[in-house]
């Protein structure tokens, strides 16, 4: 069951999500140790990328 779900996700995908992850940690361990703006600045990454990933979806 898992492996399908892995095969209709696709690998591409799944490094991507992945990377979004990692970024919204990131951007919450640098919001608690004070950087603010930094953190700001880092979590707006992930949005971008997903929006990416959703018009690569859409353009096939």
Do not use: C, D
């Not at 095969?7 to 951007?27: K, Y």
């Not at 949005?47 to 990416?52: D, E, N, R, Y």
Request: hydrophobic residues 55%; charged residues 15%; proline residues 2%.
């Amino acid at each position: 069951m898992f492996k399908e779900f892995l095969e209709r996700l696709g690998w591409m995908n799944i490094v991507l999500l992945l990377i979004v992850f990692s970024i919204i940690v990131v951007s919450e361990i640098r919001y608690l140790q004070g950087h603010t703006l930094e953190a700001i600045f880092i979590g707006l990454w992930a949005p971008t990328i997903l929006g990416f990933m959703n018009y690569l979806k859409y353009k096939k």
